[in-house]
């Protein structure tokens, strides 16, 4: 999929954005390119500035400073009247006096199309989200997920070259929302529409988004696809904000090595000097359990490199369904305690129980180096 | 990453952005209509200031003159009046001061001035400011003028104006206009004490037991709304009067004065106090009570600790409010008030009476003081109440408890006996031929035509200017919300607006009416073809109560999703589209309300148009005070009563209407 958008035209870019709301800097130097039918979000904690973005390419509050382009169009200081997108909104809003259909046909009328053709065209938006017997009744009459979908078919009726989403599940259930992570996703998969979406909600992110935008504090993190960045967070807080990390405090060794409470171990290449304080830090699902029956019945149990195995006391277990969360404590860690995921299977094979030892390996390639945060 | 980016925001001039035509259109709205409230608001009172700081007095200094002997020769010899008159001391400092229209005939400085004497003289002025009549033609400059004795005894010294405070310095040296402040503040804390006190057990009753009949009570009520404030005044001389059914119920006192104008005031604020006491109680919250039973708290310290504190900035609101209403009313005191002299009657005495506008100015500045001051606890108080509702309160549902609904029943119903009474007895005179002597019923004191007032025309005057302003006055103020509310941008000019739209319920409408007097009825204003029109009126009427009317529609605005305009915008539909297509309609209820409000004020209020009709256009509320001043008082009760059914009638249509439209334009409001 990376490798579709990349080769796809450039679509909207925006340069050295900056917004400051009086004193306070909303986006900090912020350059971006979107490629033609991409699905972008912007993913990050409330407050950092990814709204504000959204709302930058639409129109709706100017960006203090820099240029947004738009298919080859400098869009800088238009209004929103002006620009060329569809928006659906966390609130929906969808006008409560209209039927649904007047909803969808409100950015029809006045354009030249005949009423049977914006007949036509309802029909067909209806069809397209799934609600095609629903054009008589008000919003009010719809559940959330229904007004979410007549919203974005509110949205792309007029055909717009980008769509902006700005948290447009965070209102529904969690059940709902699953569903229409999916469906939105293939309906911007079948119109081929730039797409940008703002949320909050990493694994929607992770979902449903050709590439990630991570941002924080008005700054953008890292941007990369959702394996990318789950795989190769580029800093602590990307590391920290998608999915979950141990972090570690560690001193760097030398090259592709951390010293962790005295001892050296291997990991992924780092550019620290040697002897810096950093942290180290790997995901609990990465840490692999060791021991008689560790991998499937048959398979052999090979500890890969030596430098990174150890044993540690197992001081709680916690079941959460499809795994066990364990507490591992390590003389090398201090007061601090690692958290893994061991897998049902394996948890049952190993036999763990709280206050037994067990071996694991923080696998080379899965333990990272990372900066101190706030440094 | 993120110390690879530059923390400071680069120097240079930030995006500008294009505007929209909607933005210039909404920008443009926006100016043309506080342009409205500058001039039917800030324009009038800046005159109205100015006037009150404008003293006139004969300045002797600057005109000379030169007598000849009895052959019509001078001698060359000039000299000054300021000299003639030190000479004589004929005229003292007090003298020379005077009005705007102040003449000062010369011939008083020549004590053997014959007008049949061949004798000659000649003025001018010594500097250009100078002016003086010769007839009614005015003169200026120092050129000489030669006239003959007949011609000189018509000349007159014009006054020249300068700024000062003179006339506050008489204001408060005049006791008798002096002892109105003290009256008017005396009158205002007595009603506002009984208003709220009553009020409040009033709305006590209809919200926290379990009484019957709490829709009637209710409905009663609200009814002294819709009649002018002075109709109670003359059910009290009926009841009370030289005359009256009961006076001796007063033991010997006088309803003419005090204790008729704090009754008449109880009346026609009650309904006010009590909106605002009655939504205040009704937020409060159940769970409050519930801990103090469980505390075994007793039900009076439950009333203290718990009902009274939640209901404190209603009853504070409540207070200042009713406070406002008396200090600015004025036409209950100027039927009822007899030698009690208030600020508001005294504005009318003085203008109207003596014609002294620089003084009624001076009143008005005075009554201004304390209205704004009650205004601003108001909405001080007001924008604290918002947040004591918590999205977690539950409401508070009364229990039955026979002994205290039966006493809250009696109280209820005490009250509901004396608005309807006042009414009752509003009615009862105006059918009545001639009291006391002729107690047998007719419409006799129907025939309008026959009193002075302006006779039925008023009464259709009154419901002309009552639908226009409702019509105009809604579409301004709801217009104007909705731009301040919902366009972009443009920080200062909103909030400008904003405080435009605020001022005119600080401002009485006596005030009111006299600025307008002194703005549009200055002939070199262009504005002056609209004096003594219908127009002034809906004007005068619209802008007085712009205020609440527009805080009815930000209400409702701001209930609207922030979001429509952007979804209209992003769709490249024009926001007028959206404003006509979905805001109209879902605001409709807040739209029709302030459309009755406004026609039910425009129907009752006097005082500020008290100033300002024509025999063109004499309304029915200034009829009632105007029969009344003649002695028609049967008639007055008749023209007040008229305003009464013709209110609850537009009332009983309002809601009527409401509910046939919301039922066809709101059916998406049910689920």
């Not at chain 2, 209820?412 to 105006?430: D, E, H, R």
């Amino acid at each position: 999929m990376t490798e579709v958008t990349a080769t796809a035209p450039l679509y909207l870019s925006i340069e050295n954005l900056w917004k400051a709301f009086g004193e306070f800097l909303a986006l900090r130097d912020i350059s971006l390119d979107i490629h033609d039918g991409e699905f972008v979000c912007f993913l990050g904690p409330s407050g950092c500035g990814k709204t504000t973005l959204l709302r930058a390419i639409a129109g709706l509050d100017l960006q203090t400073k820099g240029t947004i382009m738009q298919a080859g169009r400098d869009i800088s200081n238009l209004p929103p009247s002006e620009r060329d997108f569809g928006i659906v909104f966390q609130s929906y809003a969808l006008f409560p006096n209209l039927t649904i259909e007047k909803n969808i046909a409100f950015g029809l009328e006045n354009t030249g199309r005949s009423k049977s053709e914006i007949a036509v065209r309802v029909a067909e938006l209806l069809d397209l989200v799934g609600l095609p017997e629903q054009d008589k009744k008000y919003p009010a009459q719809l559940s959330g997920g229904q007004q979410q979908r007549i919203a974005l078919a509110r949205a792309i009726a007029t055909n717009p070259g980008l769509l902006l989403l700005d948290e447009p599940l965070s209102a529904l259930d969690a059940k709902v929302r699953v569903h229409l992570r999916h469906e939105i996703k293939e309906l911007q998969r079948i119109l081929g529409v730039t797409t940008v979406m703002v949320t909050h909600d990493q694994e929607e992110a992770l979902s449903m988004a050709d590439r990630i935008v991570v941002m924080n504090h008005g700054v953008i993190e890292q941007v990369g696809t959702p394996t990318e960045i789950y795989r190769d967070p580029a800093t602590l807080f990307v590391a920290d904000f998608i999915g979950e990390m141990n972090q570690i405090s560690a001193q760097a060794g030398a090259k592709e090595t951390v010293v962790v409470g005295g001892a050296e171990m291997k990991c992924r290449s780092h550019q620290f000097s040697s002897g810096s304080a950093i942290v180290a830090a790997i995901r609990p699902d990465d840490v692999i359990p060791h021991g008689n029956g560790a991998r499937s019945p048959g398979a052999k149990d090979i500890i890969e490199t030596p430098e990174n195995a150890f044993e540690v006391l197992i001081d709680e277990m916690e079941f959460l369904g499809s795994y066990w969360r364990c507490r591992l404590r390590n003389e090398r860690f201090g007061e601090q305690e690692l958290i893994a995921d061991f897998s049902v299977n394996a948890a049952r094979r190993l036999a763990l129980q709280a206050n037994d030892t067990m071996m694991i390996e923080l696998p080379k390639s899965r333990l990272m180096a990372f900066e101190q945060a706030g440094g | 990453m993120s110390d690879t980016v530059a923390k400071e925001l680069p120097a240079g001039p930030a995006v500008k952005g294009k505007l929209s035509r909607d933005d210039l259109l909404m920008r443009g709205g926006m100016a043309v209509i506080a342009l409205y409230l500058v001039v039917t608001l800030v324009f009038p009172l800046y005159a109205m200031l100015s006037k009150s700081f404008s003293t006139f007095w004969f300045d002797l200094g600057q005109y000379e003159v030169q007598v000849s002997n009895e052959a019509g020769v001078f001698d060359g010899k000039a000299i000054s009046f300021a000299a003639l008159n030190e000479e004589m001391g004929l005229l003292s400092e007090e003298d020379l001061t005077a009005g705007s229209d102040g003449r000062l005939g010369v011939t008083q400085f020549f004590p053997d001035f014959s007008f049949r004497s061949p004798v000659l003289y000649k003025i001018r002025a010594t500097t250009d400011s100078g002016r003086y009549l010769v007839g009614s033609k005015l003169h200026t400059g120092t050129v000489w003028l030669e006239l003959d004795s007949n011609t000189f005894r018509r000349v007159q010294l014009r006054p020249i104006k300068s700024v000062g405070a003179g006339n506050f310095v008489k204001f408060f040296s005049t006791p008798a206009l002096f002892n109105s402040i003290r009256n008017s503040l005396w009158i205002a804390v007595v009603s506002t004490v009984v208003t709220v006190s009553l009020a409040f057990w009033f709305a006590y009753a209809l919200n926290r037991s379990c009484m019957r009949f709490k829709g009637f009570f209710r409905l009663v009520a609200m009814a002294p709304i819709l009649v002018p404030s002075l109709l109670p005044g003359i059910a009290l001389v009926y009841l009370f009067g030289n005359q009256g059914m009961i006076k001796e119920v007063l033991f010997g006192a006088s309803i003419y004065g005090p204790i008729g104008i704090i009754i008449g005031s109880i009346f026609f604020t009650l309904p006010h106090a009590f909106i605002i006491i009655s939504t205040a109680l009704a937020i409060s919250d159940a769970r409050l009570y519930e801990a103090a039973v469980s505390l075994r708290a007793s039900p009076w310290r439950t009333f203290w600790t718990v009902t009274i504190p939640g209901a404190r900035y209603g009853l504070i609101s409540a207070a200042f409010v009713v406070f406002n209403l008396v200090i600015t009313d004025f036409g209950l005191p100027k039927v009822i008030g007899g030698q009690f002299n208030v600020l508001a009657v005294d504005i009318y005495k003085q203008v109207i009476g003596q014609q002294n506008f620089e003084m009624g100015a001076v009143v008005s500045v005075v009554l201004i003081v304390p209205a704004i001051f009650a205004f601003a606890i108001d909405r001080l108080v007001q924008s604290k109440q918002v947040a004591l509702l918590s999205a977690r309160s539950v409401p508070y549902q009364p229990n039955p408890n026979p002994k205290t609904d039966r006493i809250f029943l009696i109280y209820c119903s005490l009250v509901a006996c004396f608005i309807l009474g006042i009414l009752a007895i509003c009615q009862y005179a105006a059918l009545i031929k001639f009291w006391p002597y002729d107690l047998s019923l007719s419409f006799r004191n129907y025939q309008f035509d026959r009193m002075d007032g302006g006779g039925w025309s008023s009464y259709f005057n009154s419901i002309k200017l009552g639908l226009i302003t409702a019509i105009a006055g809604t579409s301004v103020v709801f217009f104007g919300a909705y731009l301040v509310e919902k366009s972009n941008g443009f920080k200062v000019g909103r909030s400008v607006f904003q405080m435009f739209a605020m001022l005119p319920m600080a401002i009485p409408g006596m005030v009111l009416g006299l600025a307008y007097i002194f703005f549009f009825n200055n002939p070199s204003n262009p504005l002056n073809v609209i004096y003594g029109t219908m127009a002034i009126l809906v004007i005068c009427t619209v802008t007085h109560f712009y205020t609440v009317s527009h805080l009815t529609a930000v209400t409702a605005l701001k209930q609207m999703d922030r979001e429509f305009e952007s979804v209209a915008a992003s769709l490249k539909q024009p926001t007028m589209k959206l404003f006509a297509r979905v805001t109209v309609p879902v605001c409709l209820p807040a739209v029709l309300d302030i459309s009755i409000y406004l026609f039910i004020n425009a129907m009752t209020t006097v005082s500020a148009v008290v100033f300002l009709y024509s025999p063109k256009t004499t309304l029915a509320s200034v009829a009632v005070l105007n029969m009344d001043d003649a002695g028609d008082i049967a008639p007055a009760a008749a023209m007040g009563m008229m305003i009464f059914y013709t209110n609850a009638g537009a009332r009983i249509l309002h809601l009527i209407a409401s509910k046939g439209i919301l039922r066809r334009t709101q059916a998406w409001r049910a689920r």
